[in-house]
């Protein structure tokens, strides 16, 4: 029994004790000692996930100075040294395939580049149309209108609104035409007045 305890100790109880000598007293020996141990296991564990070995010796280098940083946190009760590394070092991996998935940001993206604001005439224009359109739509027949709408201001198919209607899906097609056709023939009339 006594051999036992004076025999030398188990790797896993001194990863453990370098940790702590690192939390304690910032112990570099004991930082070099987890690296030489680690540093090849964790670049092995990379590559046979299909890492490419730049990557996996940058991910090995941020795990070691993050264990370096957060040695404070380990706790051998909780987890083994070995554990404790390669969750550190697994979780720098997903954070990096995240970062990979996110696009950059482009500046030129249509979606950040501003509108260009209307020019007065054409929004005045603009406004001048829809007041017609509105007035125009008041003096449809309410069969007409009712299908207009539900089509264009509810976004609804041709097949829901002839559902909702009980009507054939033909007819609300035709009345949809008709409406059309009058909304045009009093738009361009409007158009060719004088201003």
């Not at 304690?24 to 990379?46: C, G, I, M, N, W």
């Not at 299909?50 to 941020?62: C, H, S, Y």
């Not at 404070?72 to 390669?86: E, G, K, N």
């Not at 509105?134 to 027949?141: A, D, S």
Request: glycine share 4%; hydrophobic share 35%; aromatic share 8%.
């Amino acid at each position: 029994m006594d051999q036992l305890r004076d025999g030398p100790r188990p790797p896993s109880a001194e990863m453990a004790d370098c940790i702590v000598r690192i939390a304690v007293a910032q112990d570099r020996a004991a930082f070099e000692t987890l690296f030489r141990h680690f540093a090849p296991r964790l670049k092995s564990y990379f590559a046979r996930r299909g890492g490419d070995p730049t990557l996996a010796e940058e991910i090995t280098q941020e795990t070691m100075v993050s264990v370096w940083r957060s040695a404070a946190q380990f706790d051998p009760a909780r987890a083994s040294a070995s554990t404790w590394i390669f969750t550190i070092a697994r979780n720098l991996s997903i954070d990096r395939l995240r970062q990979a998935k996110r696009p950059g940001f482009d500046p030129h993206d249509p979606a950040f580049v501003p509108d260009e604001e209307e020019p007065p005439d054409r929004r005045l224009e603009r406004t001048e149309t829809e007041q017609r359109v509105r007035e125009v739509m008041e003096t449809l027949p309410f069969n007409e209108k009712s299908v207009l709408m539900l089509s264009f201001y509810e976004n609804q198919s041709h097949s829901e609104i002839a559902e909702q209607l009980g009507l054939p899906v033909g007819t609300v097609k035709s009345r949809i035409r008709l409406a059309f056709g009058k909304l045009r023939a009093a738009l361009d009339t409007t158009a060719g007045e004088p201003r």
